[in-house]
Structure formats: C-alpha cells, structure tokens
C-alpha cells in the first residue's frame, strides 16, 4: 500500500531518542503540533515508498497525496 499516498497516523511528531528503538510510538502530544504521515505517495521518489519513511505535516493540512487507513493499536507485550 506504501506509495499511494502519505498516510496520516496517530504519534505527534519529535525527533526519536539516539538510541536504538524497535517499533516506536510517538510521543503523546508536541510542542510544535505536528503530526507524523508515513509511506511516500506519488508525487514522491520511488525511495519515499516505504511504511519506515516518515515526515510531518500540521494536522489541519489537507492535499491530494495525504490520507489515512484505519486501524487498531495493539497493547504493548508484557515482559517476564
């Protein structure tokens, strides 16, 4: 689906921590008030379609290559 369009999702947009993360979330608001859209679209290189890219646009922004897919957040795994 990477490559239609960008895709709207649910993190605030900051920069990540230096260290290395696995699966990230966002943090849960942003000083500045952007949020992330993610996969590239195709006004975009064929190197901006993937699920990884990530950018951010302000959330009252609307334009032919932004949209957004429906989904559910899964709980985060208990560890032992």
Request: no cysteine; proline share 8%.
């Amino acid at each position: 689906m990477a490559g239609n369009v960008w895709e709207w999702v649910t993190d605030w947009y900051d920069p990540y921590p230096a260290e290395a993360q696995k699966n990230p979330w966002g943090p849960v608001s942003s000083s500045s008030g952007n949020r992330v859209i993610r996969g590239g679209s195709y006004v975009n290189h064929v190197v901006r379609a993937r699920a990884s890219e990530r950018l951010w646009r302000f959330p009252w922004l609307r334009d032919d290559f932004l949209g957004f897919r429906v989904l559910r957040r899964a709980a985060p795994q208990q560890s032992s």
